[in-house]
């Protein structure tokens, strides 16, 4: 599995910006998706995800109002979408797949990263 993130830049807070990630290899109904980001010299952090079902889940409780997962099993996609964004929002965002039944962790593949930069 390969995912490829896009969508990243430079944005001023208070706008929105949608992250695309293009996944190649197995179909994507049989994984969750998720995003995560990270920011010099701290872990990654879970956004969310969606499972094969579509249910989500939200680990950024601050932004969970503001994040929007989805998917597009058809075209092997995954986006988020980042509503009334915050200089705290500024990071490296990954997208990431896992099979359903495994931990983020664990037979987790990972795309390369885009980076959002928010200016206030």
């Known amino acids: 599995v390969q995912l490829q993130a896009s969508g990243g830049g430079l944005v001023q807070a208070g706008t929105s910006l949608r992250l695309t990630c293009e996944v190649s290899?197995?179909?994507?109904?049989?994984?969750?998706v998720g995003w995560f980001r990270q920011v010099p010299g701290k872990e990654r952090e879970f956004v969310v995800d969606?499972?094969?079902?579509?249910?989500?889940?939200n680990g950024v409780d601050s932004a969970k109002d503001r994040f929007s997962i989805s998917r597009d099993n058809a075209k092997n996609t995954i986006y988020l979408e980042i509503n009334t964004l915050k200089p705290e929002d500024t990071a490296v965002y990954y997208c990431?797949?896992?099979?359903?039944?495994?931990?983020?962790?664990?037979?987790?593949?990972w795309g390369q990263g885009t980076q959002v930069t928010v200016s206030s």
């Open positions: 990431a797949a896992k099979p359903t039944i495994m931990q983020w962790g664990r037979s987790t593949f």
């Open positions: 290899g197995p179909s994507l109904s049989r994984f969750t």
């Open positions: 969606i499972n094969g079902s579509g249910d989500i889940r």
